[in-house]
């Protein structure tokens, strides 16, 4: 069991590598065009099913090298294994791009997000939507968590779906 156990870190670090990799690829694409403020569901879309696509395939590819026998134990672990290192590394790579690529990004999307709320909330003052972005300036840290806890929740669920679909018990003997 220990060995099925080592093989799911294994077969977890690398998808979540991969994905990491892919995803931070995809944020660079969307820096050089330009379109790093977009958020729409294009943007939110592409980025899920770049880490939904990597889930899939790491225990798919866990399942084969596992002589095409897979737990909905093992199904878990490697999803949410995936999400979590693919995580860490889109949580790094934002780190960094909003300290250090772009060091004003942060206060560009509060502006954004002040003139979004300036048009749905026609009737708020500006002041009051400045001390609402005030306050959420003052809970930005908690975006990392959150960002993880998302991840980790997609690789769950994408985890037991593929889980149920592939799963297949070894025969007792």
């Known amino acids: 069991m220990e060995n099925s156990q080592a093989e799911t870190g294994k077969f977890a670090l690398n998808y979540g590598l991969i994905v990491g990799a892919v995803g931070i690829a995809f944020g660079v694409m969307l820096y050089t065009m330009d379109m790093h403020y977009e958020r729409g569901l294009a943007v939110q879309g592409t980025q899920t099913l770049i880490l939904v696509v990597g889930i899939v395939l790491g225990i798919y590819q866990f399942k084969k090298a596992n002589l095409n026998f897979m737990t909905l134990s093992e199904a878990l672990k490697v999803g949410a294994g995936v999400a ?74 994408v985890g037991v779906i593929t889980g149920l679909i592939l799963k297949k018990d070894r025969p007792a003997y």
């Open 84 to 157: 979590l290192i693919a995580g860490i590394l889109g949580i790094l790579y934002f780190y960094i791009f909003s300290n250090f690529i772009e060091p004003e990004y942060m206060d560009k999307i509060y502006e954004i997000a002040k003139q979004q709320a300036l048009i749905d909330n026609p009737k708020l003052t500006e002041e009051e939507i400045d001390k609402g972005i005030e306050m959420q300036k003052s809970f930005s840290w908690m975006s990392y968590p959150i960002i993880l806890i998302m991840n980790i929740l997609i690789g769950l669920v």
